[in-house]
C-alpha cells in the first residue's frame, strides 16, 4: 500500500521554488502519494497539518530549520512522523541526522521508512529543534532578510555578522543550571543548543547528539570584536570547553536571567526575551533518518 503524504514546501526557502515538481516526482517513483499545499506563511503550517492529519500517514516539509520549527505545534498534536527536504540556507537539523542534502537522496530517505525519536528544547513555550541564542545571533537574525538569505546564502549571514561584532555590547546574565548551580557572566553571546550543529555548522560540543536528553549552553565575551576570530576554529570542533573567555555547561533545564530584557532567537527567528527558561523534551518528535543512523 502507498503511503500517503502532506508535502509543505517553503517557496521562500533558498531551493523551494525549484523542488516542488521533482520532489512530488521522486516521492511518486519511490511509492508515496503526496498532497501538496504551498506555504505562504510558515505560521501556517501547524493548522495545515492538523487539518489534513487523518487523510496521510506522514508529513514532509521542504524547507529551512525555521520553516521545520514552524511546524512543530502541529506536528506534536497529531503525531505524525516528519521527513524533511532540506531546502534552507543552513539546514542544521538535516546536518544532525546526516539527512543527504540531495533531494532524491532526501526523499529516498523517507521512503525508506527508518524513524528515529529526537529531542527538543522549549523556552518560554516555544519549542525549538536545534538553538536559541541571545546577543549576536538575535542581532543577526533580525538583520538578515528573506531576500538577502534566498540570494547569497550562508554569505548573507556571515557579511551582516561582520557588521554585528563590531558593534556588539556585553551584557551581564546570570545563568542557572537544573536549579542547582548558579554563575553570574559577561557575555556577548548565549547559545543554547539542543541538537549537535547551529549556526553555519559549527558544533555546539564534541559529544553532542540531539537525542541525549540535554542542552548545551555556550557562552562567550571578548572586549574587541577581532579576539573572536581565534575561536573559530575550535567553534568547528565544539572545543569550547578548553578555551578562555568562553563558559560551557550542560543540564536538562537552563535559566537565563538579565537586568533588562534582550531578544531571543529560536532556530533563525525571534520568539521570545529574557528571563528565559529552557528544557529540553526527550524523544518528542519522530523523523525520517537514513537507515544506517
Known sequence: ????????????ARKGKKALAKAREYLHDLGIV?????????????????R???????????GGDGTLSSALPGLLSTGLPLGILPLGTANNL???LAIPQSLFAACKVIADGTTRKIDLGLVNGHYFLNVAGIGLSAQINHRVTSAAKRRWGLIAYAATALEVVRQAPVFSAEITQSQTETIQVQAAQLTVCNGRYYGSGLIIADDAAIDDARLDLYGFSFRHWWEIIPQLPSMMRGKHKIMPNVFWLQGQEITIKTSIPYPLDADGEIVTSTP?????VPKALCVFVPTNK
Open 1 to 12: 500500500m502507498k503511503q500517503r503524504a502532506i508535502l509543505l514546501i517553503n517557496p521562500r
Open 34 to 50: 503526496a498532497k501538496e499545499e504551498i506555504i505562504l506563511n510558515p505560521q501556517e503550517l501547524s493548522s495545515i497539518i492538523e
Open 52 to 62: 489534513y492529519h487523518q487523510q496521510c500517514d506522514l508529513v514532509i516539509i521542504g
Open 94 to 96: 538535516a546536518r544532525t
Open 276 to 280: 528565559a527558561k529552557f528544557q529540553v
